[in-house]
């Protein structure tokens, strides 16, 4: 993902899925999309086992802040394209 919608969400009385349910409700009602990937830090995540049925790829990454929930559409580069462009 190169562009994403930052979101955030303290309330701990939410559960994960229902945090990145919401903010991939707002990013498909603000852009017109649905994001297809989540990034989110490993102590958001925390113990939380998220539902196995969601249409969303929740990865970790410690680059996102705290409680809050990049969210956007995956990028569709393959790995060919990686490895050209990587030489």
């Known amino acids: 993902m190169e562009i994403g919608m930052l979101w955030y969400d303290g309330d701990p009385s939410r559960g994960m899925d229902e945090k990145v349910d919401r903010a991939a409700t707002y990013y498909r009602n603000k852009y017109g999309r649905s994001p297809n990937l989540c990034l989110i830090h ?9 539902d196995s049925n969601t249409k969303i790829e929740v990865q970790l ?5 705290l409680d809050h929930f990049w969210v956007g559409i995956r990028s569709e580069e393959t790995e060919e394209q990686r490895a050209v462009s990587s030489n």
């Open 42 to 50: 490993p102590q958001t995540a925390g113990q939380s086992n998220m």
């Open 61 to 65: 990454s410690s680059l996102v802040l």
